[in-house]
């Protein structure tokens, strides 16, 4: 009579992988708050741009919104959330990137690394500083609480010469210029990264890729600084033409 000899030897069983610490979790999270951001940004480019069509249009469109203060708050939440996760996510991954290689190559090579995605860490943090005082200023009018007074021939808070005397200031107008080019420098890495993220990443569409996030952030640039411009240009003026 045989005896079957059985091993003892245990049975390794891989853990499964949390999805929110390996590093392609890490960027999928980032390319979808990443998304959602953009979207966010291209809606209220758009709201903004209502300067150009006068007091009145802006005015009433800024009113509509604050009839809506319950739903914007909802989303004033959401996206605070929604960009806290991106910036958490994208220091988490710089950092880990920075642990993987803790000595730097004698010559680093930055062919596939183009300079628009070696500063994401540092476009993206500067803009959240930028979101910060912007909301200060135009959002919460703690920076200049003159505005708050600013009212138009119907009784409603004059936005649109809010904005106009802000951006009178030279000062003000260029932070915002050069905010709305980091935003651009950021965005033009940023969409080609969230389409790779999605698995458009074969050598044939890499062209296609990097001209869609250029033009993209070309034209997220032009809409939002058109404004400032506008307004030192004496394009854009006060009602009755005043400075």
């Known amino acids: 009579m045989s005896s079957t000899q059985v ?34 940004l291209v809606g209220h480019m758009i709201g903004n741009l209502q300067i150009f069509l006068g007091q009145d249009k802006l ?18 939440i959401v996206m605070l959330a929604v960009i806290s996760i991106h910036v958490f996510y994208g220091i988490t991954l710089w ?9 730097k190559y004698v010559k680093e090579a930055t062919v596939q690394a183009t300079l628009a995605s070696r500063t994401m ?16 200023h135009y959002t919460f009018i703690v920076t200049n609480p003159q505005y708050a007074d600013l009212h138009d021939s119907l009784g409603r808070h004059d936005v649109y010469s809010m904005v106009i005397l802000g951006f009178q200031n030279y000062l003000i107008s260029i932070v915002y210029i050069v ?11 940023a969409l080609a990264s969230f389409l790779q993220t999605l698995g458009w990443n ?6 296609l890729i990097k001209k869609i996030g250029y033009t993209v952030a070309t034209l997220m640039f032009l ?16 009602p009755g033409g005043g400075h």
């Open 202 to 207: 074969k050598t044939e569409v890499q062209p």
């Open 121 to 136: 860490i540092w476009t993206g943090l500067g803009l959240f500083l930028f979101i910060v005082y912007h909301l200060l």
């Open 95 to 103: 950092l880990r990137n920075r642990a993987s290689r803790p000595v």
């Open 223 to 238: 809409g939002f600084s058109s404004i400032p411009i506008a307004v030192l240009l004496g394009i854009v003026t006060l």
């Open 7 to 40: 091993s003892s030897t245990p049975v390794q069983v891989a853990a499964p992988s949390n999805t929110l610490t390996t590093s392609i979790g890490r960027k999928v999270f980032m390319a979808i708050t990443g998304f959602l951001l953009f979207g966010w």
């Open 59 to 76: 005015n009433a469109y800024a009113l509509t919104l604050k009839h809506l203060a319950s739903v914007i708050w909802i989303v004033r």
């Open 179 to 189: 905010a709305m080019f980091c935003l651009s420098y950021h965005l033009s890495h």
